[in-house]
């Protein structure tokens, strides 16, 4: 069907359907209030509907043109959006991927002081956990967890992954524990927060109690909460409910803040850590480059 209709017919519909007037619709498009009224008349009867109900110079839509409207506007809005970036005098737009727990507890800040030193510059953000998509080369810029190499990317360490037990000065406090006298066997009986690994690679309670070599006899300890992502366990710790594990290069501003401190002394390195990538076969533009240089410094302030 959409092959038989103009689609300029779509558009003069939508700017009908927003002025529900066929007069001011015809000033917007540069088109006089007769062509509008014949392209409506010409999508209706190509679509065997009618889309307004007409009450002299009042008008509102149909059921069937309410519909109707809702998918020409979701449309049109998209396509603007997707020629952004070719409008004149706009800036590079710089696309960056990362993971939820990066994106949430990292980068999020470091994105909007950027935006501040540099208001010309827009930025992109794809918050995703699937490798593949993080890794896509359509992206200027990426965060991923890795051992450092890729064969599409030349990664640089942000952070190296240490984990450590955490929770909230009021979890601790409310028991009555202190969280530097807390052994591995303390902890384990404590209200364990855990999340689920969707990477081979990522750890958990079970595998830090495994690398700690905890003195633990028998089944290892269950979690009393197991949250599908690496930030809602983070959260859950935050409000008071548990013991989390903290990978201490995301969550140090939480723990500059005290919102959460380190429990115990076991802490344990993967051999991972949080890489920024840039493309090994395309050159950055200048901006992309400003946001690599700004990121770096911020890691390596810290």
Known sequence: MLEKIPLEAFRVFDAAARAMNFSR?????????????????GLEDHLGATLFTRRGRNLALTPEGERL?????????????S?????????????IAASGSVSHLWLGKRLRDFGKENPGVSVRLLTTDAHSELASETHDLIIIYSTGEHPRWNLTLLMKEVLVPIASPDYLASRGLEPQTLTSADIATLDLIDYERANAHWISFRQWFGRIGSPLKGKLPRPRLTFSTYIMAVEAALRGEGIALGSLGLIEEQLRSGALVTIGNDRIESGFGY???????????????????????????E
Do not use: D, M, W
Not at 25 to 41: F, H
């Open 275 to 301: 890489y920024l990538g840039v493309p090994r076969f395309r050159t950055l533009s200048a901006e992309a480059g400003q946001l690599h240089r700004h990121l770096l410094g911020e890691a390596q302030n």
């Open 69 to 81: 409207f809702q998918r020409v506007r979701a449309t049109l809005e998209y396509l603007e959006e």
């Open 25 to 41: 619709a015809g000033r917007e498009l540069n088109i006089t209030q007769a062509a509008v009224s014949r392209r409506i008349k």
């Open 83 to 95: 020629l952004e970036p070719f409008r004149a005098g706009t800036g590079e737009i710089i696309s």
